[in-house]
């Protein structure tokens, strides 16, 4: 079987990290194949939601560490074999799935430890079992989130609670991550799957040109001043207002109807 598993129903596209027998450990093939996932569902038209989870009992249990001790994985793809000289990020998954527009659900299935942890970070929405855990024990190995997790903690549960979770570096169960705000909800565990399937179809039924545009304000707006923003704004609605989905929007309400939008 393939260490990625790529399926696409109606408009959700699910990408599945397939190494269950080593809790999904991400190998350097699965970087490769997370980022052209990604990346393909971000530039197909048809997709409006990108579900992605783990399988087996496990979301992802981090590095695999085979492929570090060799130099590969996240060693090899930053260092290049030619040094620092070399260094950059800009293929590896974690800022892919920073830079498309394409919202992200994410299904925390089992134990997200690591790179798993930042991974979780980095989608949009995350949705975790009862069962499941976060494993951001990065002060306990000597190292630091390495992708992604020093930019997002700060700023999805302020500064203070984000110096508790990475510098005591302890397990957080699944409550404890939803009192922090990590995560937006927690299931039970055979509820799981059917509910992040719920949330990625009800995104997907909005208008997907406004849940693009969205986002990447969103993003954006993480480093502009108020007034700049403001106007980057403006734009983007003038232009949602010339949009096929506006018209149908505002067609359906008139007509006491579901609209129906074609992401035009």
Known sequence: MPDLLYEKTGHVARVTLNRPDRLNAISFEMLE???QALE??????DVRVILLTGAGRGFCS??????????KG??????????????????????V???IDTPVVCA????AAGYGFDLALGCDVRLMSDAAKLVPGFAKRGIVPESGGTWYLPRLVGWARACEIAFLGDDLPAERAL???????VVPAAELEAEAARWAEKIAGNAPLAIAAMKRLFRHGLTEDFESHSHHVLMQLLALFRSDDFKEAMLAYMERRPPRFAGR
């Open 108 to 111: 925390i299935n089992g134990p």
């Open 74 to 95: 996240i060693a090899g793809t930053l260092g290049g074999g030619g040094g620092v000289a070399h260094m950059g990020t800009r293929h590896l998954p974690t800022t």
């Open 179 to 185: 009192a922090l705000g990590v995560v937006n909800a």
């Open 62 to 71: 981090g590095l695999d560490l085979k492929d570090t001790a060799e130099g």
């Open 97 to 99: 799935l920073h830079e």
């Open 40 to 45: 393909d569902a971000d530039r197909d038209r």
């Open 33 to 35: 194949l997370l980022t």
